[in-house]
């Protein structure tokens, strides 16, 4: 979802086979930090796996130099032309969150990054000036798997998008779910780009939790502007 949101070709039907040829990552990259790829090095059109390997290699030295500088010790391209999983997914996700907190410093008004300690005490204090006594300790709050939290950070950012007829309890799995749908359907009707599925957010899943909030986080900044 999030690479097709970059409006990227080729569209990804598949996160690991289609990345093989190293063309998506490479495309991903100069669309997050335009000039970071040297396009000299990278083989377009007809290519035997030889030269997608050395695509996917010159999307992994990428990531590791300036402005990315992404962790990917033991990491080479042919594991990215080999569809590993796990590999594959470490650079998307830095890439992803890179992304993010990207958008973040654009809009933090001096150009300073903007860590995800300041994102989570911006959300709480969002929640708290709206009179809402949810609270997000962390990332990883258990708290947050009944979607509350979400859908107060939505209110906190445009009142009239949330109906909190259509909240529940949130106190079984099929209760939480239905939370972490409005939440997600809310957070898009407010103009949040979103990457995540309503199970990230009943499973707890850290990284993509930060997406949202990044997400919102964004969207609020741009309002206030």
Not at 21 to 35: M, N, Q
Request: charged fraction near 25%.
């Amino acid at each position: 979802m999030w690479l097709n949101s970059l409006g990227i070709d080729p569209y990804v039907n598949d996160l690991f086979s289609d990345l093989r040829d190293g063309l998506v990552l490479l495309r991903a990259e100069d669309a997050i930090e335009p000039g970071s790829v040297d396009w000299k090095q990278v083989k377009e059109g007809k290519v035997n796996n030889f030269q997608k390997i050395g695509n996917c290699q010159v999307a992994v030295d990428t990531g590791l130099k300036n402005p990315f500088k992404f962790s990917l010790v033991g990491i080479q391209g042919a594991d990215i032309n080999d569809g590993n999983k796990t590999l594959t997914l470490a650079i998307v996700w830095q890439l992803m969150r890179h992304h993010v907190i990207s958008i973040l410093k654009s809009l933090s008004g001096d150009g300073t990054k903007i860590e995800e300690k300041q994102m989570i005490a911006w959300a709480n204090e969002k929640v708290k000036s709206a009179g809402k006594t949810s609270v997000m300790r962390n990332f990883q709050d258990s708290s947050l798997a009944n979607g509350h939290f979400f859908i107060d950070l939505c209110y906190a950012i445009r009142e009239k998008a949330v109906n909190y007829e259509h909240v529940l309890p949130g106190n079984n799995p099929e209760e939480a779910l239905d939370n972490a749908k409005y939440a997600i359907s809310t957070a898009r009707k407010i103009g949040a780009v979103i990457f995540l599925l309503p199970e990230d957010i009943v499973e707890v899943k850290a990284k993509m939790i930060l997406t949202l909030v990044g997400s919102l986080m964004a969207v609020d900044k741009r309002m206030q502007k």
